[in-house]
């Protein structure tokens, strides 16, 4: 398990270097243009342009440039050239709402996700079943801001159940941070719920044929401990790994258009601000701790895998 | 049943044709396509203006009743339907008095133009490059693989943004290939770049199990060339896989498109496209809701009628494939023994 786990390690801080050079090399190498330009935004003065040009080491050779990006983005000196404000410290402040958002909202898609797909799992081709079939589908075909819209127009206009939006944090008021959050929670795990319901079902449906439900059965156990102990639990280790790669991808990016519309002042409403005024410095710091923290999460949930089935892990020694 | 009178294809055919679901959504699609191709029809011959321009000061006789296309408090008229002749059918965009209806079925043809474009582009790179992988191998599949894998660290909509933000400014150009910042090329090529990685690993995967397969060996034996093998053997026995991924896809690339275009990544002005005209619209959500929910709602019944149709494509063409969004209905068929 220990060597399991440091060799995935290595090959992550492989992926995290890579992960800068493309990062790198996306804002800066880009052909055309002058890469000074690009960071200063559409509407720079020559003055600013010359500025940047000389504090990034634009007229350096390229490992320097990649050295003095790196170390602009990591030692949070990185200043946004739209606002003048220091990058790392904005995206700090973001991160509680995000986090909130994006925890709430996971918490919510898998209890349901679970729930659900046990359900229809129980009876395949029953009226959950098939109602879940529909949000499912209509689950991965609708747009996050549309959903958001309907939220908003009906729940927060119309019914004036909820609050259009802002952030109150945890910490100054749990009740009002919740009654804030419950509308982007829905509206990102909605979009999940169908789709993780039918993954789980349809595992279920692959677990129920194999020995060991036979054997469980046979040994007398009830239908309930058959499904929950052995069915369920066997049918929920695909759904780890599965999850950690959705959860990475929503707090690194999915998140971006529910907290802009919402307005809940996280990390993804920075990003969506600055894209608007087509600041990039922000926009490439965001990119990289959004990668990072994909690689960092996938590597973990790898290693939790492997914990939870030795099977991954012999396999990935007898290569 | 007669069924070895009938190749893999007829078959698949007659298993779509009973898939009224799937049909329906086909017609959705293709109604679809024909509302946004009808846009320069309507827009000379119902509406009388062009998706740009702009109505501010103008009055329009509705009903018999003439009102302001944008009132004093810059509020724009809501949907007239064919109150003025059709024109304004869907009222006016914002404060500068655009035709919604017009802009509509011009924004929908960016949408599916680039989705279409995008997913043939992503499609024809993640099959060769999956060809390519699965049946060399060693290190030509490493070096694939491993780029592939590190386009899948970015989030999705991160690395679009990336992208579409760096090269929104100053265009691209390489060699003697250049674009403009504003070209529809750009969201084009993001979107297909990105999206490439989700294709080309299941792709790479059915290559790997095909080359095992006994009439690989069999060309193999008759002396064919590595080409020959790719072309003539594999990629015939790709196709169900890369038709059904390639529809799939367009709806996947739409979402993404009008994800980056909400945020401002995706299509610059002058250009719009449905998810653009949402991110005006919510702006107006609670006085002109319906210039948020019309482009949205073209967005969700165009990707739905894709992924809808898509499924039942894949479960004509594979009628074992393992996770499907349908119910199975009737008898229990868990997936993975049936047949």
Redesign the interface.
Known sequence: MARFALRRLAGMVVVLFAVSLVTFAIFNLIPNSDPAQRLAGKNADAVLVKSIEEDWGFDEPLPVQYWETMKKIFSGELISYGDQLNVDEKIVEGIPATFSLCIGAAAIWLFFGILFGYLSALKPGGWLDRVLTVVAIAGISLPAFLLAAIFLYLLTFKLELFPAGGYVPLTEDPVDWAYHLILPWFTLAILNIGFYSRVLRSNMLDAMNEDYVRTARAKGLSERRVMTRHVLRNSLIPIVSLFGLDFAAMLGGGAIIVESIFGLNGVGQYAAESITNLDLPPIMAITMFGAFFVVLFSAVTDIFYAYLDPRIRLEASAR | MSSERHGPWSLAYRRLRRNRLALASLALFVLIVAFVLAAPLWADHVAHTGPNATHTTEKIVVDGETREVVDVEGKPIGPVWFGAGGEFFLGADSGLGRDEMVRLMYGGRTSLMIGLSSALITTLLATALGLLAGYFGGRTDSIISRTL??IW???????G??????????????GPL?VEGNSLWIPILIIAVVMTPYMARPIRGEVLALRQKEFVEAAVAQGAGSLRIMFAELLPNLWSTVIVFFTLNI?NNM?LE??LS????GVQPPNSSW?KM??T??EL??TA?IL??AP??M??LT??SL??FG?GLRSALDPKS??R??????T?E????AV
């Not at chain 2, 969004?325 to 009737?330: K, Y």
């Open positions: 894998d590190l660290s970015f989030p999705v909509v991160l690395l943004i990336a992208l579409g933000t760096a090269l929104a400014v100053g265009g691209l150009k390489i250049e709806a979402l009008s994800a909400y945020l401002g990544a998810g949402v991110s619209g919510v959500i609670y809701p948020a929910f949205g709602l967005i969700l990707v739905l992924n809808v499924d393992k996770l969004l349908e119910a199975h209905t009737g229990v868990p997936a993975g023994t």
